[in-house]
């Protein structure tokens, strides 16, 4: 039987590597992503985890800069 594997969920780290890739600021980033800024700061200094990273990933992957959503080892 095949198993299929899950996305990590996006952490902290995820979102300031994706941000700074691409030479965006956080209000810039919060933006192309349609969330109040607080929201992705929260995010971004890991007080908060969005609910559903499905979503998330795939805007930030229309703006991803090369490699910036690696998994992590």
């Known amino acids: 039987m095949k198993q299929h594997s899950l996305p ?5 780290e995820d979102f300031k590597r994706w941000r ?4 965006w600021s956080p209000t810039r980033a ?3 992503l ?8 929260n995010w971004e200094q ?10 998330l990933r795939l805007r930030m992957n229309q703006a ?4 910036a ?4 080892p």
Do not use: C
């Open 8 to 12: 990590l969920p996006l952490v902290g």
């Open 64 to 67: 991803k800069p090369k490699g």
């Open 69 to 72: 959503l690696e998994k992590h």
């Open 20 to 23: 700074i890739g691409l030479g």
């Open 30 to 32: 919060a933006q192309w």
């Open 46 to 55: 890991d007080h908060r985890a969005p609910y559903h990273s499905g979503p």
């Open 34 to 41: 349609n969330v109040p800024l607080a929201t992705y700061r």
